[in-house]
T-cell receptor, first 112, second 116 residues
Framework: RKEVEQDPGPFNVPEGATVAFNCTYSNSASQSFFWYRQDCRKEPKLLMSVYSSGNEDGRFTAQLNRASQYISLLIRDSKLSDSATYLCVVHGFRDSSYKLIFGSGTRLLVRP | GAVVSQHPSRVICKSGTSVKIECRSLDFQATTMFWYRQFPKQSLMLMATSNEGSKATYEQGVEKDKFLINHASLTLSTLTVTSAHPEDSSFYIC????????????FGPGTRLTVL
């Protein structure tokens, strides 16, 4: 079983739609949580950190449920430019060092 | 924000040759650098972690004699893929962190390696 699980998608939505991505992680010792965005053939870029209290950045809202080991990302009013792969990432101490563990990503396609 | 560069961005080589990839932190000192590999439609997989002046720590299943990592200064780490084979073709991405907690990592633009 993968340590970070995501629905691979693709999610194909019209412009203006609201779309939600979910992610689960298996290691309860994970300490920090993030959503990254990766465009085709590019490096991942940090979208936002995720906190238990929930946090919002413009059209993006992220939520963490530590008890369920579940992370979510909500995108409102989708834009064409939101088309990308969204990576759920956890950070924690594994095998004697701190490291980021990446999910496989959820692909989003926003159509006109 | 902090900038990390990688060179080259793309390389095509023949089977059996060695390829060196450079990762530089341009405007900060990177106490720790990470090397990742990403195959098509898969997630980034950590290959190794390197701290300046010490030996790299490799993840399980990554051959340290095949993937040589040198982190000689606080702004430069290199990954050498020795005796490359077609199965080593992948997207190699480095990241750098300026603090020991390492949850904040700045990613380089990646190097696409194709081994013929």
């Amino acid at each position: 079983r993968k340590e970070v699980e995501q629905d691979p998608g693709p999610f194909n939505v019209p412009e203006g739609a609201t779309v939600a991505f979910n992610c689960t992680y298996s290691n309860s010792a994970s300490q920090s949580f993030f959503w990254y965005r990766q465009d085709c053939r590019k490096e991942p870029k940090l979208l936002m950190s995720v906190y238990s209290s929930g946090n919002e950045d413009g059209r993006f809202t992220a939520q963490l449920n530590r008890a369920s080991q579940y992370i979510s990302l909500l995108i409102r009013d989708s834009k064409l430019s939101d088309s990308a792969t969204y990576l759920c990432v956890v950070h924690g101490f594994r095998d004697s060092s701190y490291k980021l563990i990446f999910g496989s990503g959820t692909r989003l396609l926003v159509r006109p | 924000g902090a900038v990390v560069s990688q060179h080259p961005s793309r390389v095509i080589c023949k089977s059996g040759t060695s390829v060196k990839i450079e990762c530089r932190s341009l405007d900060f000192q990177a106490t720790t650098m990470f090397w990742y590999r990403q195959f098509p439609k898969q997630s980034l997989m950590l290959m190794a972690t390197s701290n300046e002046g010490s030996k790299a720590t490799y993840e399980q299943g990554v051959e340290k004699d095949k993937f040589l990592i040198n982190h000689a200064s606080l702004t430069l780490s290199t990954l050498t893929v020795t005796s490359a084979h077609p199965e080593d073709s992948s997207f190699y991405i480095c990241s750098a962190s300026g603090d020991y907690n390492t949850d904040t990592q700045y990613f380089g633009p990646g190097t696409r390696l194709t081994v013929l």
